[in-house]
């Protein structure tokens, strides 16, 4: 029996545990952050905060203690990105060398521009791997069919993972470019951002696919650039990702947009997520960052950064890009 610590207890941490804690094969610890928080769930078994109405399994294990959670032989880190490195270094005086990281967590570092993978290795030489792909918590933690990638380097790595979290709703498929799940994963955030506020302002579906077609050249684009394979980009991580996050109901970063496209200030919409993170937020200036530094230009990205932090209004964004010089596609 595997041994398996999911490391934050949002949403999307509390799906995968379910979906793990499902399959009566491995022992699972969920970690929340704070005391209160892991008390709550244990208590009710059920995370009210972040994922109300799915029960927690009574041999899932919550806590807050660090210590006992990496026990386990894998911890998936499911962390909102910007406290993944404080997270990492709360975890180094437990790491052993058969540890496995498996980062959940989607987007690029500020300053640095570094992708998640990175951020880990300069802090621990544990083995590592990426989860990817589009995959909803909800319909995850109700185990409606869903497809995802993970990505790593190392073959044997990759061959555990899959068998760990297959299941009859969970198809995992492998992959050794993970430059390409990462970028695909974080950058799709900010195309969702984009695409919400065609979908705010009522541009129509036109408006939408061009948005989503666009926004992909972009990510394929920088993501080639930083090294990944363009193949990748067409596949669950890239397209797939995308596709999701841009035309899902469920997405916070499409919601974030539309409220955006409908005239609301990023303050109060951000306020109004409870808690929750819509991670293109944070992304889109690292993603020009990175983009400059490889000499890539993404437009959509641009606009969306100048509407989320230079007070920029939707319409003249959208009218810019509607108005660039002519191009080749």
Known sequence: MSRIAVIGAGAWGTALALSLARQQRHAVTLWAHT???????????ENTRFLPGFPLPT????TA?????????VLLLVTPSEHLPATVEAAL????SNHILLCASKGIQDGTF??????????????????????????????LPTAVTLASMDPAILQQLQRD?????????????????????????????????????ELGSNASAALIARGMAEITRLAVACGARPETMAGLAG????????????SRNRTVGVELGRG?????????????????????????????KHGVEMPITAEMHAILHRGRAPRDAIRALMTRPGRDE
């Open 59 to 62: 041999d899932l294990r919550v």
């Open 239 to 250: 397209y797939g990702d995308l596709v999701l996050t841009c035309t899902g109901t469920l």
């Open 165 to 201: 979290f297959s299941s009859e709703s969970l198809r995992v498929y492998t992959n050794d470019d993970v430059v390409g799940v990462e970028l695909g994963g974080a950058l799709k955030n900010v195309i969702a951002l984009a695409a919400g506020v065609v979908a705010g302002l």
């Open 65 to 73: 203690s660090l210590p006992e959670a990496l026990e386990s032989g």
């Open 35 to 45: 005391p209160t928080h892991a008390s709550s769930m244990a208590q009710s078994r």
């Open 93 to 96: 005086p437990h790491l052993r």
């Open 264 to 292: 609301r200030l990023l303050p109060d919409i951000i306020a109004g997520l409870n808690g929750k993170v819509a991670e293109g937020v944070r992304c889109t200036g690292a993603a020009l960052g990175l983009a400059a």
């Open 114 to 143: 570094r992708r998640m993978s990175e951020v880990v290795a300069a802090l621990s030489p544990v083995r590592f791997a990426t989860l990817g792909g589009p995959s909803f918590a909800r319909e995850v933690a109700a185990a």
